[in-house]
Nanobody, 115 residues
């Protein structure tokens, strides 16, 4: 069983920055991929950014050039640096980890961007 603990959410003005972090523990297998998803009120959960063990990344079009995902494989942590935040980035952000055949999720952290 993998536990994911997120931190770093909060309230920020438009144009500001936040950094989210997620620490994974308890994995019996290698964590192949880690990612950040988000879910805004009334909307489906969507992928924000993902990173696999070799460092390759992918981003949602809406955050390209503004968000950067990074990972420390030795520590099983993943971070999301969010710059130039917009009100439409407001959502609950969830950390995700793929270990073996199983997806694991964090409890979510609220990010609110005021205009």
């Amino acid at each position: 069983q993998v536990q994911l603990v997120e931190s770093g959410g909060g309230l920020v003005q438009a144009g500001g920055s936040l950094r989210l972090s997620c620490a994974a523990s308890g994995s019996r297998f290698s964590i192949n991929a880690m990612a950040w998803y988000r879910q805004a009120p009334g909307k489906h959960r969507e992928l924000v950014a993902g990173i696999i063990s070799d460092g390759r990344t992918n981003y949602a079009e809406s955050v390209k050039g503004r968000f950067t995902i990074s990972r420390d494989n030795a520590k099983n942590t993943v971070s999301l640096q969010m710059n130039s935040l917009k009100p439409e980035d407001t959502a609950v952000y969830y950390c995700n980890a793929l270990s073996g055949p199983v997806d694991y999720w964090g409890q979510g952290t609220q990010v609110t961007v005021s205009s």
